[in-house]
Protein backbone atom coordinates (compact mmCIF):
# COMPACT_ATOMS: atom_id res chain seq x y z
CA UNK A 1 0.00 0.00 0.00
CA UNK A 2 2.59 2.59 0.74
CA UNK A 3 4.54 2.07 -2.51
CA UNK A 4 1.43 2.39 -4.08
CA UNK A 5 0.37 5.29 -2.32
CA UNK A 6 4.09 6.72 -2.48
CA UNK A 7 3.20 6.65 -6.60
CA UNK A 8 -0.30 8.01 -6.66
CA UNK A 9 1.05 11.25 -4.58
CA UNK A 10 3.99 11.90 -7.11
CA UNK A 11 1.53 11.99 -9.84
CA UNK A 12 -1.25 13.85 -7.87
CA UNK A 13 1.54 16.50 -7.11
CA UNK A 14 2.09 16.94 -11.02
CA UNK A 15 -1.10 17.31 -11.84
CA UNK A 16 -2.55 19.27 -9.38
CA UNK A 17 0.65 21.37 -9.10
CA UNK A 18 0.69 21.10 -5.40
CA UNK A 19 1.85 18.94 -2.75
CA UNK A 20 0.62 15.84 -1.69
CA UNK A 21 1.87 14.22 1.78
CA UNK A 22 1.72 10.67 2.15
CA UNK A 23 0.96 9.73 5.91
CA UNK A 24 1.10 6.03 6.70
CA UNK A 25 -0.76 5.08 9.54
CA UNK A 26 -0.29 1.04 10.11
CA UNK A 27 -2.02 -1.15 12.53
CA UNK A 28 -4.82 -2.94 13.17
CA UNK A 29 -4.98 -4.44 9.43
CA UNK A 30 -5.82 -0.93 8.62
CA UNK A 31 -8.67 0.69 10.95
CA UNK A 32 -6.03 3.25 12.15
CA UNK A 33 -5.52 4.98 9.47
CA UNK A 34 -9.35 4.42 8.13
CA UNK A 35 -10.62 5.93 11.54
CA UNK A 36 -8.24 8.44 10.90
CA UNK A 37 -9.83 9.59 7.18
CA UNK A 38 -13.40 9.45 8.25
CA UNK A 39 -12.73 11.55 10.92
CA UNK A 40 -11.25 14.18 8.75
CA UNK A 41 -12.88 17.42 7.40
CA UNK A 42 -14.94 16.76 4.31
CA UNK A 43 -12.96 18.74 1.87
CA UNK A 44 -11.41 16.44 -0.41
CA UNK A 45 -8.09 17.02 0.83
CA UNK A 46 -7.66 13.94 2.65
CA UNK A 47 -7.54 10.64 1.02
CA UNK A 48 -7.61 6.85 1.84
CA UNK A 49 -5.84 4.39 0.00
CA UNK A 50 -6.73 1.38 1.35
CA UNK A 51 -6.67 -2.49 0.75
CA UNK A 52 -9.43 -4.79 0.20
CA UNK A 53 -9.64 -5.23 4.25
CA UNK A 54 -11.04 -1.83 5.46
CA UNK A 55 -14.17 -2.36 3.35
CA UNK A 56 -14.85 -6.67 3.61
CA UNK A 57 -12.63 -7.92 5.88
CA UNK A 58 -12.92 -5.66 8.83
CA UNK A 59 -16.33 -5.24 8.94
CA UNK A 60 -16.54 -8.93 8.42
CA UNK A 61 -14.48 -9.26 11.87
CA UNK A 62 -15.18 -6.50 13.63
CA UNK A 63 -19.10 -4.88 13.75
CA UNK A 64 -17.72 -2.28 15.81
CA UNK A 65 -15.36 -0.47 14.09
CA UNK A 66 -14.75 2.84 14.26
CA UNK A 67 -15.65 4.19 11.38
CA UNK A 68 -18.87 3.27 9.17
CA UNK A 69 -17.71 1.34 5.75
CA UNK A 70 -20.60 1.91 3.73
CA UNK A 71 -21.78 5.40 4.72
CA UNK A 72 -18.35 7.60 5.66
CA UNK A 73 -16.49 6.79 2.54
CA UNK A 74 -16.91 8.04 -1.04
CA UNK A 75 -14.79 5.53 -3.72
CA UNK A 76 -13.10 7.37 -6.28
CA UNK A 77 -11.49 4.75 -7.85
CA UNK A 78 -8.83 1.96 -7.88
CA UNK A 79 -5.02 2.12 -7.75
CA UNK A 80 -4.40 -1.05 -8.88
CA UNK A 81 -4.32 -4.85 -7.43
CA UNK A 82 -1.54 -6.93 -6.58
CA UNK A 83 -1.64 -10.58 -6.03
CA UNK A 84 0.17 -12.33 -2.79
CA UNK A 85 3.00 -14.54 -3.29
CA UNK A 86 3.62 -18.19 -1.11
CA UNK A 87 7.56 -16.65 0.61
CA UNK A 88 8.79 -19.72 2.42
CA UNK A 89 12.74 -19.26 4.09
CA UNK A 90 14.99 -20.81 2.27
CA UNK A 91 15.15 -23.80 5.10
CA UNK A 92 11.55 -25.33 3.38
CA UNK A 93 12.98 -27.56 0.92
CA UNK A 94 9.62 -27.99 -0.73
CA UNK A 95 10.08 -26.78 -4.31
CA UNK A 96 6.81 -26.16 -5.28
CA UNK A 97 3.04 -25.71 -3.26
CA UNK A 98 2.30 -29.86 -3.29
CA UNK A 99 5.86 -30.63 -2.05
CA UNK A 100 4.67 -27.81 1.10
CA UNK A 101 1.58 -29.31 1.40
CA UNK A 102 2.81 -32.65 1.60
CA UNK A 103 5.67 -31.71 4.03
CA UNK A 104 3.57 -29.72 6.40
CA UNK A 105 1.16 -32.85 6.56
CA UNK A 106 4.21 -34.87 7.76
CA UNK A 107 5.52 -32.29 10.05
CA UNK A 108 2.65 -29.79 11.22
CA UNK A 109 4.52 -28.80 13.92
CA UNK A 110 7.31 -27.21 12.11
CA UNK A 111 5.78 -25.12 9.93
CA UNK A 112 4.68 -21.76 11.00
CA UNK A 113 2.73 -18.88 8.58
CA UNK A 114 2.93 -15.52 9.81
CA UNK A 115 0.99 -12.36 8.79
CA UNK A 116 0.58 -8.87 8.74
CA UNK A 117 -1.75 -8.94 11.29
CA UNK A 118 -4.91 -10.58 12.18
CA UNK A 119 -7.99 -9.69 9.71
CA UNK A 120 -5.38 -8.48 6.76
CA UNK A 121 -5.13 -10.20 3.64
CA UNK A 122 -2.15 -12.53 4.75
CA UNK A 123 -3.96 -13.74 8.10
CA UNK A 124 -6.92 -14.64 5.43
CA UNK A 125 -4.46 -16.00 2.54
CA UNK A 126 -2.73 -18.51 5.08
CA UNK A 127 -5.87 -19.35 6.93
CA UNK A 128 -7.75 -20.20 3.29
CA UNK A 129 -4.15 -22.42 2.48
CA UNK A 130 -4.84 -24.05 5.57
CA UNK A 131 -8.78 -25.04 5.01
CA UNK A 132 -8.02 -25.91 1.16
CA UNK A 133 -5.21 -27.94 1.93
CA UNK A 134 -6.29 -29.45 5.04
CA UNK A 135 -3.22 -28.30 7.05
CA UNK A 136 -3.45 -26.81 10.49
CA UNK A 137 -0.17 -24.52 10.33
CA UNK A 138 -0.11 -22.50 13.28
CA UNK A 139 -0.37 -18.62 12.15
CA UNK A 140 1.88 -16.07 13.70
CA UNK A 141 0.47 -12.34 13.51
CA UNK A 142 2.63 -9.57 13.34
CA UNK A 143 2.24 -5.74 13.65
CA UNK A 144 2.72 -4.79 9.87
CA UNK A 145 4.28 -6.15 6.93
CA UNK A 146 8.00 -5.35 8.01
CA UNK A 147 7.87 -7.30 11.42
CA UNK A 148 6.19 -10.28 9.11
CA UNK A 149 8.75 -10.09 6.85
CA UNK A 150 11.81 -10.18 9.01
CA UNK A 151 10.23 -13.26 10.84
CA UNK A 152 10.21 -14.96 7.35
CA UNK A 153 13.76 -14.08 6.42
CA UNK A 154 15.27 -14.67 9.92
CA UNK A 155 13.42 -18.52 9.47
CA UNK A 156 11.50 -17.75 12.83
CA UNK A 157 8.03 -18.42 10.74
CA UNK A 158 8.13 -20.88 7.43
CA UNK A 159 6.47 -18.60 5.03
CA UNK A 160 4.21 -15.67 4.43
CA UNK A 161 1.62 -14.32 2.08
CA UNK A 162 2.80 -11.50 1.00
CA UNK A 163 2.31 -8.70 -2.36
CA UNK A 164 4.14 -10.06 -4.76
CA UNK A 165 5.99 -6.02 -5.13
CA UNK A 166 7.66 -6.69 -1.71
CA UNK A 167 8.91 -10.30 -2.18
CA UNK A 168 10.58 -9.46 -5.90
CA UNK A 169 14.05 -8.13 -3.85
CA UNK A 170 14.12 -10.88 -1.34
CA UNK A 171 13.26 -13.73 -4.36
CA UNK A 172 15.67 -12.10 -6.49
CA UNK A 173 18.53 -12.37 -3.58
CA UNK A 174 17.36 -15.56 -2.51
CA UNK A 175 17.14 -14.97 0.66
CA UNK A 176 13.46 -16.34 0.28
CA UNK A 177 11.48 -19.15 -2.46
CA UNK A 178 8.32 -18.11 -3.98
CA UNK A 179 6.41 -21.41 -4.38
CA UNK A 180 3.10 -19.56 -6.20
CA UNK A 181 0.75 -16.75 -6.51
CA UNK A 182 -2.85 -16.50 -5.51
CA UNK A 183 -4.19 -15.45 -8.84
CA UNK A 184 -5.13 -17.76 -11.85
CA UNK A 185 -1.95 -16.73 -13.84
CA UNK A 186 2.01 -17.64 -12.59
CA UNK A 187 3.09 -13.65 -12.15
CA UNK A 188 6.36 -12.47 -14.27
CA UNK A 189 7.41 -10.69 -10.92
CA UNK A 190 8.87 -13.72 -9.24
Do not use: C, W
Not at 93 to 103: G, I, K
Not at 161 to 168: D, E, K, L, M, N
Request: hydrophobic letters at 40%.
Amino acid sequence: GDVFARLVSEKLSTVYKQSVVVDNKPGVSGTIGTKFVAKAKNDGYTLLLSSNSTFTLNPALNPKLSYDPAKGFEAIGMVGSVALAVLVHPSVTAASVPQLVAAAKASPDKYVYGSFGNGTSSNFAGAMFNAASGLKMTHVPYKGSPPALTSVLSGETSMLFSPVTIAIPHTKSGKLRALGVTTAKRSKLV
